[in-house]
């Protein structure tokens, strides 16, 4: 099966036109282009086309000639680019009706769970947030799912050799995670992102996630062919990597997005409860409210137990809170000696150093501060400091989140 990607941008390309924000302006700095998001499958079938769809296949090399059956997902409006018909339309009653007095076309409505058989290829319709996807079975397999929500897809079936995934930066990595866990993705499985737009921030926005998430963004006019050797992603968040920001920075959100395609992932979170704390509670269950609901929370202040125990992916949330409690543990504010708190990060240091699953911690930065104005803060500052800067020397990957923004401080060097 061979793919070509005629656009990968959202329902109006990206940049927008006539669109002033900073991401739109930066990518015409960047000269950074996409059209809305397209496909010719084996060059008979024509997926969300454009008026461009001709154009943009001519410069791949191809043209729409064999071209008999078109399939709508009504990821944007329709265009039939092919010159001659009749050409069969499948989709959504709705968005046939735009089509309803052109003679080239011959519509055949079609709902989620129907299948039908093109040729050498069979078409499964799927729901995708608001529209529908396709799932085209060939000489391999190919989902096509630019929808905003993510597909809708029944359990284990085997994986995709190909998805072409929609989505926002908080919708893609979970649906991803999703797919992996209900088996239709796969360690073989190439998944690249379409419907790329300015609602994904800055065009380098991205750059971070998708290789910690498995998933690749290709330029307008890349060919997959199944089966071809490729330089690919890496398979998903690998070692250790330590998410450090000021307060609302963002340091949690991005540390959660991270392992956001993961299957599952077991949440430590080390701040405790607070009954008796109604702000602290409220900020505890926006976190959870965040979080995949198949991701396990543990309340727990012994991670180097957790680190040493860990047979999946691992947050840890978070490396501040987590001295607090050693500190609390051991008396030090009431004057207590510091060397067993000393001893804790030890331990902590050896189980980071050991771990084989994938861990993401969450830590203050607490260098750009003034001089806290009490021994007690000045003393936790300069433990948690020691702290972040042995935790990053043991660690591929350290980011420092700046108002929502992740700046890569050490990035995973390339197998």
Not at 3 to 20: I, K, S
Not at 116 to 130: F, I, N, Q, S, T
Request: proline share 8%; net charge negative; charged share 20%.
């Amino acid at each position: 099966m061979e793919v070509l990607l005629l656009g990968t941008g959202g329902p109006r390309g990206w940049p927008e036109p006539g669109c002033a924000c900073a991401s739109c302006a930066s990518a015409v700095t960047r000269r950074v282009s996409r059209a809305p998001s397209a496909a010719l499958v084996d060059d008979v079938l024509l997926v969300d086309p454009t008026p461009e769809a001709a154009r943009q296949a001519a410069g791949a090399g191809r043209d729409l000639s064999r071209v008999r059956t078109v399939l709508l997902s009504g990821a944007h409006p329709p265009a039939l680019p092919v010159a001659e018909g009749p050409v069969e339309v499948l989709g959504s009653e709705t968005a046939l009706a735009a089509w309803a007095a052109d003679d080239r076309v011959r519509p055949l409505p079609v709902v989620v769970g129907d299948v039908v058989r093109r040729g050498e290829h069979v078409l499964r319709v799927v729901a995708d947030g608001d529209g529908i996807g396709w799932d085209v079975r060939g000489s391999g397999r190919l989902l096509w799912a630019p929808g905003v929500g993510g597909p809708t897809l029944p359990e284990q079936a085997g994986p995709y050799d190909v998805v072409a995934l929609g989505g926002g930066p908080s919708v893609a990595g979970r649906t991803v995670g999703e797919l992996r866990r209900s088996g239709w993705v796969g360690d073989g499985t190439d998944v690249v992102l379409v419907g790329l737009g300015h609602d994904h921030g800055h065009p380098d926005a991205l750059a971070d996630l998708l290789p910690a998430w498995g998933v690749r963004a290709v330029p307008d006019g890349t060919v997959i062919r199944i089966g071809d050797d490729r330089d690919g992603p890496q398979p998903g968040l690998q070692g250790r990597v330590l998410v450090l920001g000021g307060v609302r920075s963002g340091k949690s959100a991005l540390a959660e997005q991270l392992l956001a395609a993961q299957p599952s992932v077991t949440y430590v979170a080390t701040g405790g409860t607070r009954e008796d704390d109604p702000e602290w509670r409220d900020r505890v269950a926006a976190h959870v409210t965040r979080r995949p609901a198949q991701w396990r929370t543990v309340e727990s202040t012994d991670v180097a137990g957790c680190l040493r125990a860990a047979e999946g992916p691992l947050l840890i949330d978070c490396l501040g809170t987590w001295l607090t409690a050693r500190l609390d543990r051991h008396g030090v504010w009431d004057g207590a000696p510091v060397e067993p708190v000393e001893a804790d990060v030890a331990e902590l240091l050896l189980a980071w150093r050991a771990v084989t699953v994938p861990v993401v911690a969450v830590s203050n930065e607490v260098g750009s501060g003034v001089v806290p104005a009490t021994a007690s803060g000045r003393l936790f500052r300069d433990l948690l400091g020691r702290l972040n800067a042995a935790v990053a020397a043991e660690s591929e990957t350290v980011l420092l989140a700046v108002a929502g923004i992740p700046v890569p401080l050490r990035l995973r060097a390339s197998p």
